[in-house]
């Protein structure tokens, strides 16, 4: 077991945009993309920078104040996220509330760690999940109040620092949460350049794929379902209007649990996509399949999970996927617009077929294939439907056994690697998971269009994954 690491916590402070005219109170709705989420656990991504001189005089004279100066800046453009969610009793639906005379910002806390970096954002073993957890920041929710973004800058002292962001579910996807840290990323970098120039930092620009669009009347809402959701959110919680989180089930603070990253390169690509093809089943099927990279990754990663975890016979598991939703909405949103606007969808199988030696992959990948291909205004607009099935997995204490519900976070398609402060890009990007059979995606950090895969299990579950996922390649 690893040991408990130390973390000091140096300050905690807020980070307000600059004071301007035109920073006024602000309301946002929240749409039924976003309700539906309302109650459901934050998300977080780890930014690992490697530098190898980094003292504490430097990182607390230099990094710290670029980031804060920078993240200040980029919330002028993100008012929102420096606000919070609230739900008046005179209001339907809860939305989330801007008041810059009321001290109004992100939550910055910066701190230091005595963890091996090296260790944290390699990919070569095993590292318990436990270890991540001095590195996350907390967001202050109450019954009546709820932060929307929390930060924290950790320094490892000669090894380099991290930057963890973590938002509430209610308010960002993972399209918007990248082009929020990637904005950020933008203005610290130019700020860094423009004062080695000695130019007025009043003069950058954010480019333009980069503005937010929150325009929530471009969202359709024919059946009201934004305050149906909330409704049965009230009704979960004996009609108390409170915006604390449901309770999840928790990682025990234990060397059992560990995540781990994967990688399929292009070449392992054109091996599943060649081996799907070729299979006779489908061949005999004579039908068109959709086999993206994320199709494909799936199929091959949920495969060998299902293995690996030992589920075993025709008990039935659930094979989901989600979807970006802005170009499927009619009409399509831009694709700046910021908030929630993923959906996910699944179907169910039988764990027989999917562990077949011989069409396990090909059979996951025509089921996933089917998914992403059915994903029409219809399905994707929402239902009454959705929350009760969602309602239904938090009262089961979040889902089926694991192994059984079947899903990704994250994507290969967001450049979470792009992240450049001015320090370089990131040595790794951890998406922040604990439940076991968890898997989430980014693009690798070796680019060449492979995908990373992160995955967290049990000790013995992970080195059966570890041997089913090479071997399988081979």
């Known amino acids: 077991m690893a040991e408990k690491h130390k973390v000091k ?3 905690v402070s807020k980070i307000s945009p600059p004071s301007s005219d035109s920073v006024t109170a602000s309301t946002l709705p929240l749409t ?75 939550s910055f806390t910066v701190a ?99 503005i937010p669009c929150f325009d929530r009347t471009l969202i359709k809402d024919r059946k009201g379902l934004d305050v149906v959701y909330a409704n049965h959110w009230l009704a979960f919680q004996s009609h108390k209007r409170s915006l604390k989180l449901v309770s999840m089930p928790v990682l025990k603070a234990h060397s059992s649990v560990v995540r781990k990253s994967f990688e399929l390169t292009r070449e392992d690509m054109k091996k599943l996509r060649d081996k799907v093809q ?78 077949d030696p011989e069409n396990g992959i090909a059979f996951v990948a025509d089921k996933l294939s089917d998914l992403v291909k059915g994903l029409k205004r219809e399905v994707i607009e929402g239902s009454e439907e959705k929350i009760l099935n969602l309602l239904k997995y938090v009262k089961e204490g979040g889902g089926q056994a694991p192994g059984r519900l079947l899903g990704v976070a994250g994507s290969n398609r967001f450049d979470v690697y792009g992240s450049d402060f001015g320090w370089g890009k990131p040595k790794t990007v951890e998406i922040i998971l604990d439940r076991v059979g968890s898997i989430y995606l980014v693009e690798s950090r070796n680019g060449g269009g492979a995908v990373e895969v992160g995955v967290v299990l049990e000790k013995p579950q992970m080195e059966a994954f570890s041997s089913l996922f090479v071997n399988g390649l081979n």
């Open 9 to 11: 916590i140096h300050s």
């Open 32 to 106: 039924y993309f976003d309700t539906l989420w309302l109650k459901f656990p934050p998300s977080e991504r780890l930014f690992f920078y490697q530098i190898t001189d980094l003292t504490f005089d430097l990182f607390n004279s230099v990094i710290i104040p670029k980031l804060a100066d920078s993240l200040s800046l980029t919330l002028l453009h993100y008012l929102p996220l420096a606000g919070h969610i609230m739900w008046p009793a005179d209001s339907a639906k809860p939305a989330i509330y801007y008041f810059p005379d009321q001290n109004d910002g992100v």
């Open 112 to 210: 230091e760690s005595d963890a091996d970096f090296s260790h944290l954002s390699g990919n070569n073993g095993n590292r318990e999940a436990v270890e991540f957890h001095h590195l996350t920041p907390q967001l202050s929710i109450s019954d009546d109040k709820a932060e929307v973004v929390a930060i924290q800058i950790t320094l490892f002292p000669k090894q380099g620092f991290c930057i963890s962001v973590l938002t509430h579910h209610a308010v960002i996807d993972g399209i918007s949460k990248t082009m929020f840290e990637r904005s950020w990323a933008y203005f610290c970098k130019q700020l860094i350049q423009m004062q080695q120039q000695n130019l007025n930092n009043s003069s950058i620009l954010l480019p333009t794929e980069l």
């Open 278 to 355: 070729g299979n006779e089943v489908l061949i005999r099927k004579a039908k068109e399949l959709h086999l993206s990279s994320y199709v494909l990754t799936c199929a091959y990663v949920y495969v060998c999970l299902v293995k690996a975890m030992g589920v075993e016979g025709d008990a039935p598991v659930m094979l989901r996927v989600g979807a970006n939703c802005r170009s499927r909405l009619d009409p399509p949103l831009p694709v700046n617009y910021f908030g929630n606007c993923v959906s996910g969808h699944g179907t169910p199988a039988k764990v027989s077929d999917v562990v």
